[in-house]
């Protein structure tokens, strides 16, 4: 199967700081990516969706101000928390989608990044 | 009602049991149906990828899909400790753009004790 790798695994920050996290397709150009954010024993909450060189696409609920997505390149997409804070904490997941064949039907989760925010 | 529903467990079996997951949807234009595992605080990983109806099996594992009753079934013999994670079950349906974009369900906790 493809790869997707998401950096860094695990992040503390201070209430107020931004964060950043990265998503990369290692084997395959990703055409759409998700960002998911998962809370203990719960399932995977969508985010957004972004499609390379175009703006995100933001679930109800989710601040776009606060939550920013750059997918610049077919490879990869960031997340950055602006200003967060403690109910930031979570887990959050990447996932791609490529383009031909089984490849833009199926989606490939990066690893995660669990943020705590303190 | 929720586009996809799944029980979220958990599910408590013995080892060697065979164990059968379970999903329903609403939505009749999903195409793509897929099984994905997660271990605690890691990201899912693909177990079972099916289109349309039908049985697929890969190992110890049987996907089954009725697209007629929108149900769909996962399905783990010889259950093994390792086994122990949760399954969400996925499905997909081409977007206006184009893309097939997952829905997931909220996963099942399963937990295979020795």
């Known amino acids: 199967g493809a790869v997707v790798s998401q950096h860094p695994s695990r992040v503390i920050c201070k209430s107020g700081t931004s964060v950043k996290i990265e998503c990369r397709s290692l084997d395959f150009q990703a055409t759409t990516m998700f960002w998911y954010r998962q809370f203990p024993k719960q399932s995977l909450m969508l985010m957004a969706t972004s499609n390379e060189g175009s703006k995100a696409t933001y679930e109800q609920g989710v601040e776009k101000d606060k939550f920013l997505i750059n997918h610049a390149s077919l490879t990869l997409s960031t997340l950055t928390v602006t200003s967060a804070h403690p109910e930031d904490s979570s887990f959050y997941i990447c996932s791609a989608i490529g383009s031909g064949g089984r490849r833009n039907t199926e989606a490939f989760f990066g690893q995660g990044t669990r943020l705590t925010v303190v | 009602q929720k586009e996809v529903e799944q029980d979220p467990g958990p599910l408590s079996v013995p080892e060697g049991a065979i164990v059968s997951l379970n999903c329903t949807y609403s939505n009749s234009a999903f195409q793509y149906f897929m099984w994905y595992r997660q271990y605690s605080r890691k990201g899912p990983e693909l177990l079972m990828y099916t289109y349309s109806s039908g049985n697929k099996e890969d190992g110890r594992f049987t996907a089954q899909v009725d697209k007629s009753s929108k149900y769909i079934s996962l399905f783990i013999r010889d259950s093994q400790p390792s086994d122990s994670a949760t399954y969400l079950c996925?499905?997909?349906?081409?977007?206006?753009?184009?893309?097939?974009?997952?829905?997931f369900g909220r996963g099942t906790s399963l937990i295979v004790h020795p």
């Open positions: 996925a499905m997909s349906a081409p977007s206006s753009g184009g893309s097939y974009i997952p829905t």
